[in-house]
């Protein structure tokens, strides 16, 4: 089949079905044949199933905010994790952006609860620490006598820098500060891991 | 990365969220990961661009319709093709569906207009020839002194039976009815070809 490309204007269905292809298309992973397939799929589903989706992208952006305790995504003023009794709140584990935290939740080996900052530091794109959530992470370890602070962010120059200027802000309280272990990542080949990984690796190498 | 499976209801950045990747999800070709990465990029871009999304989506519902003519998908009474005066309203090409409109349309090889059979007869599934527009192209036919018709619904068994019926129902008038050519497809290799693709092939050869 040959490749789609109309011009919204030109579409054979005219150009509302255009207008849906094209937002289809600025997705990301979305192809210009996958939007128009998606479009067809809007085109002949019901109108309920259809504005379901309309619906959905509508209230999200209308109800989500930014949780007052960890930065994490949330409809009210304390995101789930930080209204869930069951979580710990002297272990934080310091992210850089929500789709960590859901990433880390979805492994389900985590208790504690989460401090999201926003990003990293990043001087060459003028990004610094104070466009960052690092002083409530600081407020936040005095009032709430955080007992480990779990850095995991991105194992990055910029993302272990962050975790590295961090780390000493607290110097002073009686905060552990631990990191993710890293090394081969689980499930692939030494064959493809990097020196950095493999280095890595064997400083950490643990007991058999 | 461990696969997300979240409840809606569970998902770390609330229900919202949750029901957003649901619905993404609910598209075709879009797994659960595809999903929770489309949701993220919602929740990471404007709100004018997320709402563009969703107002496409409600726009297409609400104004799309079926051509007069040739029950295309139009915004208007009649569809963008049947409205452009260099179609010539002469040659018909018969489809089952809107989106083959559009999969002919971009092959760009067709001058004519067309007509949207709105599926085939399929007896087993309870769609009989009173299903389709089948009543109407007739009438068309006869209506815009049709020269030629050109049965392209699907290669498949009810896609030709179709065909065959409409053909038979013509008979008397002065029609000609020819049907897309078909064999070894562009750009496939002759070792993953069916029988029927080859012994159609053999069939219809053409001097080199």
Do not use: W
């Not at 930065?71 to 992210?95: A, G, H, I, S, Y």
């Not at 500060?177 to 950095?196: C, D, M, P």
């Amino acid at each position: 089949m040959a490749s789609r490309g109309f011009q919204v204007e030109q579409h054979p269905f005219g150009p509302a079905v255009g207008r849906l292809v094209e937002q289809f298309a600025a997705l990301p992973g979305i192809g210009r044949k996958s939007a128009e397939r998606l479009a067809n799929h809007i085109l002949s589903c019901s109108t309920p199933e259809a504005m379901a989706l309309a619906t959905a992208i509508h209230e999200v952006k209308k109800t989500i905010r930014r949780c007052s305790v960890c930065f994490n995504l949330t409809e009210q003023e304390l995101c789930v994790l930080c209204r869930d009794p069951r979580r710990d709140r002297t272990v934080v584990c310091v992210v850089e952006q929500p789709k960590d935290v859901s990433a880390l939740e979805a492994a389900a080996a985590f208790q504690g609860t989460y401090h999201v900052l926003g990003g990293r530091i990043a001087p060459l794109e003028g990004v610094g620490p104070e466009d960052l959530t690092i002083g409530p992470l600081v407020q936040r370890v005095k009032r709430d006598h955080v007992k480990e602070l779990i850095m995991a962010t991105n194992p990055t120059l910029e993302g272990d820098g962050t975790a590295l200027f961090i780390s000493n802000l607290l110097e002073e309280q009686q905060v552990e500060i631990t990191r993710l272990a890293r090394g081969i990542a689980t499930g692939s080949v030494l064959e493809f891991a990097n020196k950095e990984m493999l280095a890595d690796a064997m400083r950490g190498r643990q007991h058999f």
